[in-house]
Every structure is written in structure tokens, then in C-alpha cells.
């Protein structure tokens, strides 16, 4: 395999997009009915524009799961299944992260522990290494790092700069540097530069401030990021020192990177507990944008701001209330595979 590695961004041509169906013995047990219209939904937006490749438990799941989808007039020639052992469906976190050689793809299969061992995560830990024993992948080498690392925590622009926050990467690793971060990271994920977010976070959220709920890259040279305008909103102090933040930040030649602000949602409260709604937590695929709505007056906003951000794309917004009940949205559930990864 050639030297030559890179880390493409997520608006690079896909193959497809990997999720896995919800069941009873997840997370969404009690709420299943809910968070299975979010799902029928997605996967209609997905294959709207490519193909999705669908995780079920077993047989039984996929019968139901196609029966669903098929009234749901699924284009199911753009959907493909597979039958694998997981803990939950955030694949964001537990599936592979691809990057490209001069002849294939290398999928850096890091440690999933459950957010810090916050969740039981076993089967999720190796479901790359049995996706890759079914062979799912094509022109792919699997390589194992013993590193505990999210998806959902890291974002490239494809060119060698990665965005993340440091309160996540603390937390996963306590005794290590932001030097000694920055090092491993920029060697594994093929980086020249990696930028530090140091403030920045949702109530609700258990992830440790990933860096998919708070600010993305929409191109080289620009960020869409979660704002919050309302000054009597716990979040505004920490989203507004995140903002400066991303003002000060430069891009490989040494301009400000152009910014735009996602509008904030009012709170959204279960049983008490605030939920973390952010529209930041969106999925780029090809030739659009899936957005999250939460049946709020913002989403219309929301989506303006991403139009604005992702030119040429079409904004499809998908109902993720039901999500954030688990504490993550749209691109938490998701994984987005480059073109020619998939067998």
C-alpha cells in the first residue's frame, strides 16, 4: 500500500452511508416506535442520493426492518444489509474512520469505551473488525489502534487540518498532553495542523463536548457552528467564548475562516432533563445536506444557514426529536463511507 494517506472530508464523494437499525435490546427500547420514524426517515433521505448500508442483529430484524422501509416507498435497491452484533446504534463512534491511499483505504479501527466507560460498549468496540471479516470493505486495510477515539470527536477539512475539542480528549486521556494529543493524532489521522477548541458544550450531551455538535468544517476555508443568542441561556457564555474562538482561528493561509451561526433551539426538556439539540450535528452527503429538525421555529433558520454554508446543495431537513432523548442526533447515528471503500 502507498505511503500517500489522507483523510478526506465528509462532502468528498460517498459510497454510502453505514447506520444500524434500533431494536429492543438498545438504548431505544422504551421509546422504539418513536425513534423507528427517525430512522424510516433517514434512510428516505439518504437514499434520495445514495445508498445506505443498514446493521441489523439478526434475521428477524432485517425482515422487519425492509417491511418498514418498503412502506415507506424506500428505493431498496440503494439499501444494503448487514447482520452484525452491536451495543447501540451511534456509528459515528463505533464505526470505521476511512482514510484514502494512492491505491485503496486504510480504516483506523480506534478503542470505543463507551464514552469513557460511561456505557457498556463491548460489541461496538469490534464491530469494524466484524464488518470487516464479512466483507463489507473493498481495497481496504483494517489497522487496530489501541487509542480511545470517537468519530464524533474529530473533523478534517480534507486537507490536512483536524478541528477538536479539548475537553473531550482530556477526558479520555487525562495523563497525556495537548502536545502529546496533538502528535498522535496528526500522525494517525495524516495531519498537518490540529486545532484546539477549548470551550464549547451541551447539557445533555455525554460525549465530553464532541467536536460534530458544536462546530463542522463546510469547506477549507469555512466553519458552521452552534450559536446561541440568548443571553438568559446557561450555554451563552461558553458558546460565545466558543464563537471568539473560531474568529481567531486561521486557515492554511492565514486568513479568518468564514463563519455562520446556527440559530439556537429553545430548550427541549424530558422528564426535567435538558436535551441536547444541536443543528451542528448535520450529515453531509452527496449532492446534499441532512439537517436535524426539532419541530422548532429555528429549524427554519437553521436550514437558511446551511444553504448559505453549502452552496449547490440541496437542505434536507430529518425529524431527529426522538434522538436527542439518547443525548445525540443525526451525524451521532451515522458514518459516512468514501467512494470505492464499499465491496
Not at 29 to 37: F, I, K
Not at 42 to 61: G, N, R, S
Not at 240 to 262: C, H, I, N, V
Request: net charge negative; charged share 25%.
Amino acid at each position: 500500500m502507498s505511503t500517500t494517506v489522507r483523510f478526506p472530508a465528509e462532502w468528498e464523494p460517498q459510497s454510502a452511508v453505514l447506520i444500524a437499525w434500533p431494536h429492543p435490546e438498545t438504548d431505544w427500547g422504551p421509546r422504539l416506535v418513536d425513534v423507528e420514524e427517525t430512522y424510516i426517515a433517514l434512510v428516505v433521505a439518504i437514499t434520495a442520493f445514495q445508498d445506505a448500508v443498514i446493521c441489523v442483529a439478526d434475521d428477524d430484524l432485517q425482515t422487519y426492518a425492509e417491511a418498514r422501509l418498503r412502506s415507506a416507498r424506500v428505493d431498496m435497491d440503494r439499501v444494503r444489509f448487514v447482520t452484525v452484533e452491536y451495543d447501540d446504534t451511534w456509528l459515528r463512534d463505533s464505526g470505521p474512520i476511512t482514510l484514502k491511499t494512492a491505491d485503496g483505504f486504510l480504516q483506523l479501527d480506534f478503542r470505543f469505551t463507551g464514552w469513557g466507560g460511561k456505557f457498556e460498549a463491548s460489541r461496538d468496540d469490534r464491530l469494524v473488525e466484524a464488518l470487516t471479516a464479512q466483507g463489507v470493505f473493498a481495497n481496504a486495510t483494517r489497522e487496530q489502534i489501541d487509542f480511545a477515539l470517537e468519530g464524533g470527536g474529530i473533523e478534517t477539512d480534507g486537507a490536512g487540518t483536524l478541528l477538536t475539542t479539548w475537553k473531550c480528549l482530556h477526558e479520555r486521556h487525562p495523563d497525556a498532553s495537548r502536545e502529546q494529543l496533538t502528535a498522535k493524532l496528526a500522525s494517525w489521522l495524516r495531519q498537518d495542523r490540529v486545532l484546539w477548541l477549548d470551550h464549547g458544550y451541551l447539557e445533555g450531551d455525554d460525549t465530553d463536548a464532541h467536536i460534530d455538535t458544536l462546530a463542522r468544517f463546510a469547506a477549507e476555508d469555512a466553519i458552521v457552528y452552534q450559536g446561541c443568542d440568548d443571553v438568559s441561556d446557561t450555554h451563552y457564555p461558553e458558546l460565545q467564548a466558543m464563537a471568539g474562538e473560531l474568529a481567531a482561528l486561521r486557515t492554511r493561509d492565514g486568513k479568518p475562516y468564514r463563519l455562520f451561526a446556527l440559530p439556537w433551539a429553545k430548550p427541549i426538556f424530558d422528564d426535567g432533563r435538558r436535551l441536547a439539540a444541536s443543528y451542528a450535528n448535520f450529515l453531509i452527503v452527496n449532492g446534499a445536506v441532512l439537517m436535524p429538525s426539532y419541530g422548532d421555529p429555528a429549524d427554519a433558520r437553521a436550514q437558511e444557514v446551511m444553504a448559505e454554508a453549502f452552496p449547490g446543495r440541496e437542505i434536507v431537513p430529518v425529524p431527529c426529536r426522538p434522538l436527542i432523548w439518547q443525548n445525540g442526533s443525526l451525524h451521532c447515528i451515522t458514518m459516512q463511507l468514501p467512494e470505492g471503500v464499499l465491496a
